[in-house]
């Protein structure tokens, strides 16, 4: 990310934390995105990890809650998604500060595990990221929306993803090809339909909560029988355990 670039993210993510309208839906988030980093994580015991793009703490604040890992430490490019971070409950807390977009202030495996937890599909170069997290820690856990499909190709759903920040729209074979050119390999992975409180959150009615819980029970019984017909379909959160190869 160059000069320019990366003072556009600042101001566009500065301005996007400082409004402070979607801190319960991170949190809501931050728990699926736990109950993943768990499981992936599950017969390992890593002791200290790094959230990279950590945003305003709600995974972290999740992990410490958990009792997950000995130290947390989180880097974003935003100050104010930062400052917010610091005002979480996070026991165990290591550094939390900004970073530059680019490489963590960090010496090569200073962590056991980094996690990029719905940020590659936010940045420009998330290959570069991706090698960053390998210099940084021993292993790393990457999670984003599987956004080559049919539902998020319409012209509203590209809107509504743009105007979230998202750059990159993935694929899982996207992913597994960005992990590669990193150097490193999926040691196991995980698909989510996503719980029903997530598709209900914005519902706005009983009408409209109604028609969210008919979608999520629709796209699961999909999932359940056909997961890579719903991967085409729809969008599914992907997170993999990667390692170097």
Known sequence: MDAVGRSDAVAFYDEAYSSGSLSRWRELSAKGKADHVEELCRGLEPLR????????????AELSARGFADELSGYDISQAAVA???????????????????????????????????????????????????????????????????????????????????????????????????????????????????????????????????KAALRRTIFVAAPRLAERLFTLHYAALLSSS
């Open 49 to 60: 990890i790094v959230e990279i793009g950590c945003g305003d703490g709600a995974l972290l």
């Open 84 to 214: 917010l971070a610091r005002q979480r409950p996070i026991a165990r807390l290591g550094a939390l500060d900004t970073f530059d977009g680019r490489r963590l202030p960090v010496p090569d495996r200073a962590f056991d595990l980094a996690i990029l937890s719905h940020v590659l599909e936010h940045v420009d170069d998330p290959r570069a990221l991706l090698a960053e997290a390998a210099r940084s820690a021993a292993r790393a856990i990457v999670e984003v929306p599987l956004e080559a499909n049919a539902s998020a190709r319409r012209a509203s759903k590209r809107a509504g993803a743009a105007e979230i920040g998202h750059l990159q729209s993935l694929s899982r074979s996207d992913v597994r090809t960005l992990v590669r050119s990193a150097g490193l390999g999926v040691e196991r992975d995980l698909l989510d339909p996503l719980p029903l409180s997530v598709h209900t959150f914005f519902a706005g009615g009983p009408l409209a909560t109604a028609r969210a819980t008919a």
